[in-house]
């Protein structure tokens, strides 16, 4: 075990047996930052008595993920009962590397959004407080007038939970790319073409009568932020959340040269370590606190990680879910209670409040999007809590697209 507690400071040196099960001082146990002293962390002869997992089929990660280590930049970090129980990097890696989240990146949008809303800051331009459902182009004067009438129907809601109607990737329209005479806000709200000449100007379903994976309708919710409070996403997350986390992170701008912007992009481009990334899967698994503050309710969280509508059940409000066990259908070792933010290039970070548990990887690829291996694997190697297995899904449950 590294000698700090969760000051920096080093305490008195403690056994395997000192925390051979979870408790009280474990779940009140938040990691100083990296450059301070980091997560604690355990040896190979602790992690079966103190993290409760079988230690040899956990170092098969390694060989299991072999063959990703060597053709990509790789990161993967497991966190249980508060101790950093295993991490994997590839040679040319350090363990505090920033890599691109990519649609991770969206679930920290919809935190924001989460956290906005309930501490009262975001308001229209009348003054009157903003909620879920409020009409998003009540917010947004540079997309008037609508290129869709239908658009007026439009709420943060169905921004958040990709039931906006807008054109994603189930009609072919797949991330932002902006051509290089035309601003990329300006193709999101449906003014302009990408650089395939495909627009989004035109709604492809009524607002809240579809689920479509999508990133110019994700986009919105950046200038609706900075309408609504007067804040960038990255300014405010920075404030309330990285901060007081110790999490060391980068946020890309996208807009701006005579365009509209720059803002923070909502959809892609958070930048951060591994180590960081499960940080912030710490503070939900802790119920939204990181030591004696309250960063976001518990009720805010339930919220976030819900089934949001009807049409894709593992999709809560920029957060996957596998509350009804249609997150990972195939892995059928993965409890209800997990929770999920997902990127492009394997990035992913895994949170299963019953297994106290946070698994993260970060890294250039593979580019895949339903692969579950990963912390189905490191479930697997739970040796004192292994979770019955979910029912049988339904084979015929259309798996979402998570990137």
């Not at 990509?72 to 890599?99: D, P, Q």
């Not at 609504?228 to 404030?239: I, P, Q, R, S, W």
């Not at 518990?298 to 819900?306: F, I």
Request: overall charge negative; aromatic content about 8%; some cysteine.
């Amino acid at each position: 075990m590294n000698p700090t507690d969760s000051s920096g400071t080093a305490p008195a040196a403690s056994s395997a047996s000192d925390s051979a099960a979870s408790s009280a001082s474990d779940l009140d146990y938040f990691p100083p930052p990296e450059a301070v002293a980091g997560w604690r962390y355990l040896s190979d002869a602790e992690i079966g008595p103190v993290a409760g997992f079988d230690a040899e089929a956990l170092a098969g990660l390694e060989d299991q993920y072999a063959p990703m280590l060597e053709e990509y930049s790789t990161s993967i970090v497991v966190i249980r009962r508060g101790w950093l129980v295993k991490e994997i990097h590839s040679f040319n890696v350090a363990h505090t590397a920033r890599f691109d989240l990519w649609s991770g990146t969206k679930s920290f949008t919809a935190t924001a959004w989460a956290m906005a809303l309930e501490a009262g800051l975001a308001r229209d331009a009348d003054g009157e407080p903003v909620t879920l459902d409020t009409p998003a182009y009540d917010l947004l004067p540079a997309g008037r007038p609508l290129s869709d009438p239908r658009k007026a129907e439009i709420t943060l809601r169905h921004l958040l939970s990709m039931s906006s109607g807008i054109a994603g990737e189930a009609a072919g329209i797949g991330g932002m790319p902006t051509a290089t005479d035309a601003g990329i806000y300006e193709y999101a709200l449906g003014l302009g073409p990408n650089r395939y000449g495909q627009t989004v100007s035109e709604l492809v379903a009524d607002p809240g009568t579809v689920w479509d994976y999508c990133d110019p309708g994700y986009a919105h919710l950046s200038l609706c932020f900075k309408a609504a409070t007067g804040l960038e996403l990255a300014e405010f997350m920075e404030a309330n959340v990285f901060a007081k986390l110790g999490i060391n992170a980068g946020w890309d701008v996208q807009g701006g040269a005579g365009w509209i912007g720059p803002h923070t992009n909502p959809h892609t481009g958070l930048r951060m370590s591994a180590r960081d990334f499960v940080r912030f899967g710490y503070m939900a698994l802790r119920g939204g606190r990181w030591g004696e503050e309250q960063i976001i309710s518990p009720a805010a969280l339930t919220e976030l990680t819900t089934p949001s509508q009807p049409h894709n059940r593992a999709y809560g409000l920029g957060w996957w879910t596998n509350a009804e066990g249609k997150y990972a259908p195939d892995s059928p070792n993965l409890p209800r209670d997990l929770v999920a933010l997902s990127g492009f290039h394997f990035n992913r970070c895994y949170v299963i409040p019953s297994l106290d548990l946070v698994v993260a990887r970060t890294g250039t690829g593979p580019a895949v999007s339903q692969d579950h291996t990963l912390v189905s694997s490191v479930v697997a190697a739970i040796a004192d809590a292994r979770p019955d297995p979910s029912p049988t899904q339904d084979a015929s449950v259309q798996k979402p697209n998570e990137e």
